[in-house]
Structures are given as C-alpha cells and as structure tokens.
C-alpha cells in the first residue's frame, strides 16, 4: 500500500500555558483584566432598573451607542438580567476582566449621563452621552496600552541574571 499516512497531533499545552500567563500577568484581586484586542466582550452595558418600562428606556437611551459599537466591530453585551442586582453583575463582570462597564440608570437619562468604568484602574467617569462614542476607541486603546506597559513593568521587576550558582542561590534565599 503506497497511500501516505499522516498522524495528527493536538497539544494543549500552548493554550493553556497562555492561558495562565494571561492570567498570571494581567489578573488582580478582583479578577481578570482582559486586553481589549483579546477581550470577547470589550464592552458591557448595565441598566439600573426597576420596572420593564426603565429597562425599555434605558436600552433605546443606549441604542445609538450599542449601533456605534456595531458598526466599528466592538463587542459588547447589554445586560438585562431582571432578577440580579446591579452590583452583583458589577462584580460578575469585574471578575471576567469586561474592559469597559457602562452603567445608565433612569436619573443619568434625566441628565444626559452615562458612568464609565475601566476595568485596568477601576476608574469611573461619568460623561455626557453625546460624547460617549467619541470616547469609546481612544478608551480601549489606552486600556490596551495600560495593561501592555504594566505587563513590561512586570516583567523588568520579575526578571533576574544570574552568573552564577552562589548568586542564584542569593536570589532565590531573598524571595525573587
């Protein structure tokens, strides 16, 4: 029989190993911090409601916004879960490294307003909604950028030479 034979191998040792680097470098306290251009979702928008009325009004305050990201290929979930409170789906989505948490209750609709809060420095900007799309690339982008430039910190403060056996040997006895 002169037909080839070919054996395929998968290894999931790369995938995983990546995996736990991914977390090792970009995880904290609160969970993961996903990088924007890996992130599955990128955004995640969390009505504050109370009726299924407000939850109506907060999903068309939001659908310019929700057809921005759309159409330039950001990913994003609304999340109209009923029976969970918002901040358990704050956490929820803190743990799961979500970029960016836009929060809107029926108040910031009377002001015009949404809360925008990064996943990387946990900081909350509260911004007018007119502005929000403006804002949405030059936020990920610099979140990317964040998490890259902590991640080469990480990686200066953790890396050692050594020449020689003795001196390793001082490094691991000091906890590096």
Excluded at 77 to 86: C, V
Aim: aromatic share 10%; glycine share 4%; hydrophobic share 35%.
């Amino acid at each position: 029989d002169n037909t080839e034979k070919y054996v395929y191998a998968t290894s999931w040792g790369v995938s995983t190993r990546l995996l736990g680097a991914l977390i090792m470098v970009h995880g904290d306290d609160k969970g993961l911090r996903l990088p924007p251009n890996i992130a599955p979702i990128q955004i995640v928008f969390v009505p504050i409601f109370k009726t299924e009325e407000d939850l109506l009004k907060i999903q068309n305050y939001l659908n310019q916004t929700m057809n921005y990201c759309k159409d330039n290929n950001i990913t994003y979930y609304f999340d109209n879960r009923q029976k969970l409170s918002p901040g358990y789906k704050f956490n929820e989505w803190e743990m799961k490294g979500v970029p960016i948490r836009i929060e809107v209750g029926v108040r910031d609709m009377e002001k015009q307003n949404i809360t925008l809060v990064r996943r990387d420095n946990s900081i909350k900007m509260i911004d007018n909604i007119t502005l929000l799309t403006s804002k949405i690339n030059d936020t990920l982008q610099d979140i990317q950028n964040n998490l890259f430039n902590n991640a080469l910190d990480f990686q200066k403060q953790n890396t050692f030479q050594t020449h020689s056996y003795d001196e390793f040997k001082h490094l691991i006895n000091k906890g590096a």
